[in-house]
């Protein structure tokens, strides 16, 4: 079982509410992820993140915001919500030591439901 | 960026058998190429990797080819169980090295 939390698992919110999604991951792990997942869909790069203090963009146009003050938090956050934010948002972690070819250790994610 | 194909189509086999899936891609070559199961509501978890030098990979009952000339990866269970029914997904770094980018999956079902 991978050391890497996500909360709330299940969120239902109004439009135009600001949210935030928490990640934690306890491994030290540098470089952290976000992916978003529709059913039956690829999971597409929302955000990602070498280490603190460093965000970039991913492929997927996202209107959500993330930060990384602390190695072990990565949280991201939506200013208001909207009924198309509504899918399953997934934190991912991997480290940086040996090489570039290690797996990422995945969350149990984050469904959310904006009516 | 990288296409990446897999069995649009649920695969269903009988329990003790090999069941087979498939990942093909496009555009450049990948370093790497990973396999993650994912369970419904949960996130992926990783199963195998192998290297753009390697062209087999395994792991207790999996099995992983990679084929660089057909760009295409195989990834068996054999023996399968129904505790292996899930989605499977095929991943590649991406062409900056910096993530990966996923395939939609191929759902496995195995029946008793």
């Known amino acids: 079982e991978a050391d890497i939390y996500q909360t709330p698992r299940y969120l239902v919110i109004g439009t135009g509410k600001k949210i935030t999604l928490e990640c934690s991951q306890t491994?030290?792990?540098?470089?952290m992820y976000w992916y978003q997942q529709d059913p039956g869909m690829e999971l597409h790069l929302i955000h990602y993140?070498?280490?603190?203090?460093?965000?970039e963009k991913g492929d997927l146009s996202s209107e959500s915001t993330v930060s990384r003050i602390r190695t072990e938090h990565f949280p991201l956050t939506l200013e208001s919500a909207r009924p198309s934010h509504t899918s399953q948002y997934l934190c991912?972690?991997?480290?940086?030591?040996?090489?570039?070819?290690?797996?990422?250790?995945f969350g149990p994610g984050t469904r959310l439901t904006v009516l | 960026s990288q296409k990446i194909e897999q069995n649009s189509e649920a695969l269903n086999i009988q329990e003790g058998k090999t069941a087979t899936l498939t990942c093909n891609y496009t555009?450049?070559?990948?370093?790497?190429l990973q396999w993650y199961r994912q369970d419904p509501g949960r996130g992926p978890v990783f199963l195998l990797l192998?290297?753009?030098?390697?062209k087999e990979k395994r792991k207790e009952r999996l099995k992983v080819t990679f084929d660089t000339t057909l760009k295409q990866s195989l990834f068996h269970i054999t023996a399968s169980q129904p505790a292996d029914s899930a989605t499977y997904l095929c991943?590649?770094?991406?062409?900056?090295?910096?993530?990966?980018?996923f395939g939609k999956g191929t759902s496995l079902l195995v029946t008793p």
């Open positions: 192998i290297r753009e030098n390697e």
């Open positions: 993140s070498y280490g603190v203090n460093s965000t």
């Open positions: 555009n450049y070559s990948p370093a790497y």
């Open positions: 491994m030290g792990h540098d470089k």
């Open positions: 991912a972690s991997k480290t940086d030591g040996g090489g570039s070819y290690n797996e990422q250790f």
């Open positions: 991943a590649l770094d991406t062409d900056s090295g910096y993530a990966l980018n």
